[in-house]
């Protein structure tokens, strides 16, 4: 978009400029505020501030106040306006501005929000968006991964993007889905160094509920999303060059729904799988994940089902507890290794 009124800092991808995770969502958001009208923003500080992380910044002075509203500290009350809006034929976007903070908003996401296209209320397109994850030493109410307190709830999407170029495909094909999806974003990949692509200027979608494969590989299979797509990789490539042992990655993307056919492919391919998240052990993902290959995919197992997660406790302030807490790219090398000599 090269419109004279686009704010300057999100005209790179027009100018062929790689950007930042950070970037990509904000022009997700712009662009999608400039084609639907229906679409506005709520969240605190999101207006005159620009967001905690400047995600909206000059949104504002663009789009008025009418569109990108500040809101008071009330998560469940302006989530809740959110719901009535999307009923009356709107299109909004709730900032969370740290998703540790949802918490309030939970019995109406939970108890109305997600039952109210099974109830007969219709379509509620409305997309619930913020950062989350450690790593930056924010502590317990300021680094949590939030997915799994929703992933049991039927009439919700769960997104969780690992790249630019994910997360602003993914992000406007949430935009334009008629139904409520929590759209999360890992804060340490925003403006992580060397994570910067060159996104095509065209407008383009990527569907809910694919996953992508990162890297090809023949010895074990690792299944992960979010910042544990790069520390995936990272143990990738030393597993390559250390012990020859060839691993593939598959990147989730959207959690709810999961893209059964493809972890079932991942794991008829190398006959080993290692399930790698950063929320905590108990009740994550991947307790679902093995039991869903135990139920499609038993007789094609060569080895155990291993996870590399958090451990379960609250996220620590110390950077040396913190590091202790979160999975390390030297937890999945030593993961993959065991698999790869069963």
Do not use: C
């Amino acid at each position: 978009m090269t419109a004279p009124d686009v704010p300057e800092h999100l005209r790179k991808t027009a100018r062929g400029e790689p950007v930042t995770f950070l970037e990509a969502v904000s022009e997700a958001l712009f662009e999608e505020m400039t084609r639907d009208d229906s679409i506005f923003l709520l969240g605190e500080d999101i207006g005159v501030y620009g967001g905690a992380f400047k995600v909206t910044r000059d949104f504002l002075a663009h789009f008025g106040a009418d569109r990108v509203i500040d809101t008071p500290i009330a998560e469940g009350g302006f989530t809740g306006a959110a719901a009535g809006a999307a009923h009356m034929g709107l299109r909004p976007i709730v900032e969370m501005q740290f998703m540790d903070f949802i918490s309030p908003a939970y019995d109406v996401i939970t108890n109305y929000i997600a039952t109210s296209r099974y109830r007969g209320a219709g379509p509620v397109p409305l997309v619930i968006r913020g950062p989350v994850g450690g790593g930056n030493r924010g502590g317990p109410f300021h680094s949590q991964n939030v997915e799994m307190a929703f992933f049991h709830t039927p009439g919700l999407k769960i997104v969780y993007p690992s790249t630019p170029y994910d997360a602003k495909g993914l992000l406007k094909a949430a935009v334009r889905d008629d139904d409520p999806v929590i759209f999360e974003e890992h804060k340490g990949l925003y403006r992580a160094p060397g994570l910067r692509e060159v996104l095509p200027d065209e407008d383009y979608v990527i569907p809910l509920g694919e996953a992508r494969t990162v890297r090809e590989g023949s010895d074990v299979s690792i299944v992960t999303y979010g910042s544990m797509v790069h520390r995936s990789v990272e143990a990738a490539e030393a597993l390559e060059q250390e012990d020859g042992v060839s691993v593939e990655i598959l990147d989730l993307r959207t959690l709810l729904p999961l893209d059964d056919d493809a972890i079932v492919a991942a794991v008829k391919k190398t006959g080993r799988i290692l399930i790698v998240h950063e929320d905590t052990r108990t009740g994550g993902i991947a307790g679902e994940i093995s039991m869903r290959v135990n139920e499609r995919a038993f007789e094609w197992l060569d080895a155990p089902i291993l996870r590399v997660t958090a451990i379960d406790a609250p996220v620590p302030y110390s950077g040396s507890l913190e590091d202790y807490f979160l999975p390390q790219t030297e937890d999945i090398v030593t993961a993959v290794r065991y698999l790869a000599a069963y």
